[in-house]
């Protein structure tokens, strides 16, 4: 890899480094080498999740250089203005593309200052209106009948999600194990995949070497949801939480494992903790511990699920809640995959559309209707409670008005 052509940073967080590289097919070396540069001189104090976005940003910038196919030798002076042409073309939302844009003008602008290139000096730095959607398909109203109907169906799911580990638990302790969907020879290939596992045999190759069985692909996939945490098992569980904490979405999916704390003042309740990546404070909650579907009890549930694996993950990663297995690596969640189930929760349910983000809101909203704003402002942790009345209590008409003033 030509270290010319990268960016590295080292992310205290997971405890590796990441690189970014601009070698891409089709982009002039020259241009890369200057985008290089100036990405790491302006992302070098950022967060590793901002620089993340904002390295988002710049692969879209590097793209609409290929697809006009120019060079450091071309005499073009509107970089940006094709740049905002190729944003145009997408699907994604407008404020979506100006976030994008306003990263990559500060990004070109920087090079038409400290550039000894005349292809950079002679760049026009020029403002394009992005304006927002007046109806937003991020930003959707969750009625309290809604959301009890949401909250109905996750205690369901993650009943079953408690009835399908149970079978690894009463394998375990060499208990007989009843479950309505499995015969005696699934438990029985169960029991060779939960015994495979403790020898690190996790592919059907390393099974039959080192068990002597043979299992196929299509019951290593099956019964996964008996003995592991998956991503369709801990939506459910995911949802609740984000219910019960009123949380940024992000930072639930990264919360840590030891997040939770007894109370010493009150032995029936805990604190629950976490961070928030854009305050750069710490979060709190106070909730009782008991109850079935109560957060201490989600919290165990998903730590159950991932002590199967737990020892599989990255450096870096080992502290984090939520973990899922490929292979042999264990790694935090990825976002992406989280909404594209939700989009099959939504769907098998016939809910509305609805984000993990909408929850927050619907929360606070309903925290301000039984109690008070201010009530809403310290459950969400907000210092301002202009915050929590511009972003959260307001319905989503005169929300996007306020975007648009």
Sequence with gaps: MNSVLTAEFYDPERKRWEIYNFAMEGLDAKIAKDISGAFIELTGHYHPRSRRQAWRSTKLLCFSIIERKLSLDDRCNDVLAGFAKYLNSGSRLKKTNGSHYNFCRRLVGWLAETSESVFWVRQIIQLFDFSREHKNSRDNDISFEELQKIVAVCKKEIAGVRRDFAVSLAIEKGESVSHPELTEEDVEIISVLISAAREDAWTREEIRAKIGRTINSISLREFRRFRELIYRAALPVYILLLVELAANPFAIMEMEMDCCEDDPADETRFFIRWAKGRSGREQQLSFAKAGKYSVLSLIEL????????????????????????????????????????????????????????????????????????????????????????????????????????
């Design 302 to 405: 998903i730590r159950s699920l991932t002590e199967p694996f737990r020892g599989l993950a990255q450096s870096g990663d080992e502290r984090i809640l939520f973990l899922i297995r490929t292979g042999h690596v264990a790694r935090r969640f990825c976002l992406q995959s989280l909404h594209d189930y939700l989009s099959d929760f939504r769907e098998q349910y016939g809910f509305r559309y609805f984000t993990f983000s909408d929850l927050r809101k619907a929360v606070s909203n309903l925290i301000k209707v039984k109690k008070t704003e201010k009530d809403a402002k310290n459950h969400l942790q907000h210092k301002d409670i202009s915050t929590t009345k511009r972003f959260y209590l307001n319905g989503k008409q005169s929300q996007q008005e306020s975007f648009e003033r």
